[in-house]
């Protein structure tokens, strides 16, 4: 019955296939399913595939012999900023604190896991999923793994240039083309209309090949720069959730527009009637169950999306390895060629004492070094930098910043690494 409903839903897609999740609200999630949609309208075909790798799936994790290859899959990104005006260009600085969310949110690392209730803990799960910034490209040169492109198109992260195609996917219309999409995942950073968050493709279903990966609107990426006032969705959550979907993910509520029919072919998560938006709902029941507000696959606020479960888990590094399998066996793409050994860049020590302007830096290492100490203010702004060659200790004046958080980032050639310090 769970299963007939979500094809139901199918063929009333021209009837509710512009129904928006959440139509009280200022804020649209997530446009995943309806992407999904369109696939399946544009290539009919695409049905009989989702059936057909939702069966693999099944066999794949009810096979004794399962087991995970690797304790961790490292997958290589490629970034796409594609702006219109110097704000929509977000900051390299931006783009690595997305990253580092990203991170904590598929390692169990993320900081707001006390937000989960109790009675769920049990079902936190470390995905075991690293993503890094693309060292080499598709030809296997020399990579920041960011590409940025201007462009004089409006909202180019929803523009359609056809009816189908999204102009941000394609360098001809203002764009910027993807890479090899099997060996990378390619995120698009842009203005996107209708105050969207942002949208994803599901494995083997996006509705033109240009189009598979993730398209993330500039103002809810990463939790400094453009995303400060983007609140509640402010954290950098909503590309953990797109992730999820590019993974083989759905809503809680299954696909579609929710009921309890329809489920999300996933065992630990349950059955849930439709989406919440706030952290402390009045009623968090629903399909005879209590439900998961803080999964990171609901449209709950930044602040309490917390976790993915244990079955999320299987499901998305089964459906790597069935469909994404590309993705992994690129890792060298993450890689600098001849790399050396580095000390761990958090040997740096950065230290602010409370009612002292000042801040400190220090290493263990007794020996000199080479290095870059930047302060940037929480909107990206760089407000200090400092190039330094020293032994183990420095100290900053901060007595001139006005109160608020910044950060602080240590770079060598070796290493990057920041964190965020209150200045009172």
Request: glycine content about 6%; some cysteine; charged content about 20%.
């Amino acid at each position: 019955m769970r299963i007939l409903s979500f094809w139901i839903l199918f063929l009333f897609l021209g009837i509710y296939g512009n129904f928006a999740q959440g139509q009280t609200h200022t804020h649209h999630r997530c446009e995943a399913q309806n992407l999904l949609f369109e696939s399946i309208e544009a290539n009919p075909g695409n049905l009989n595939i989702f059936h057909i790798q939702e069966k693999a799936i099944r066999d794949f994790l009810d096979n004794s012999s399962y087991s995970i290859d690797r304790s961790e899959f490292i997958i290589p990104v490629v970034i796409h900023v594609v702006y219109r005006n110097n704000d929509q260009n977000i900051s390299d600085l931006q783009i690595y604190d997305q990253l580092d969310i990203l991170n904590r949110a598929f390692s169990k690392q993320n900081k707001n896991l006390y937000t989960v209730p109790p009675q769920f803990r049990q079902l936190i799960s470390d995905i075991g999923i690293h993503f890094c910034l693309a060292k080499t490209d598709p030809d296997g040169n020399p990579t920041n793994g960011i590409v940025r492109k201007p462009t004089i198109v409006e909202n180019i992260g929803t523009s359609r240039v056809d009816g189908i195609e999204v102009a941000v996917h394609f360098d001809e219309y203002g764009g910027s083309t993807p890479w090899d999409n099997e060996r990378y995942l390619n995120i698009w950073v842009a203005e996107m209309g209708n105050n969207i968050a942002g949208s994803a493709t599901f494995p083997n279903m996006a509705p033109y090949p240009e189009a598979d990966g993730i398209i993330m609107n500039y103002r809810y990426f990463g939790s400094i720069g453009t995303a400060i006032q983007s609140a509640p969705y402010d954290k950098g959550k909503t590309l953990a959730h797109e992730v999820g979907h590019y993974f083989n993910l759905f809503h809680p509520w299954g696909p579609g527009f929710g009921g309890c029919d329809t489920d999300d072919f996933v065992d630990d998560t349950p059955l849930q009637e439709g989406p919440y938006f706030d952290c402390n709902p009045a009623d968090n029941f629903s399909c005879g169950s209590e439900d998961i507000v803080v999964n990171f696959m609901d449209y709950t606020e930044d602040s309490c999306l917390a976790m993915f479960t244990h079955g999320q888990k299987e499901r998305m590094l089964a459906s790597i390895q069935l469909f994404r399998s590309g993705l992994i066996n690129n890792n060298t793409a993450c890689q600098e060629e001849n790399d050396p050994t580095t000390d761990d860049p958090k040997d740096f020590l950065v230290v602010k004492p409370d009612r002292i302007d000042k801040i400190y830096i220090y290493s263990p290492e007794e020996k000199m070094m080479d290095f870059t100490v930047e302060v940037y203010s929480i909107d990206g702004k760089e407000v200090w930098r400092e190039q330094l060659n020293q032994t183990s200790f420095h100290s900053i004046d901060i007595s001139s910043l006005s109160r608020g958080i910044y950060i602080v980032c240590i770079s060598s050639p070796e290493n990057f690494n920041c964190i965020k310090i209150p200045v009172f």
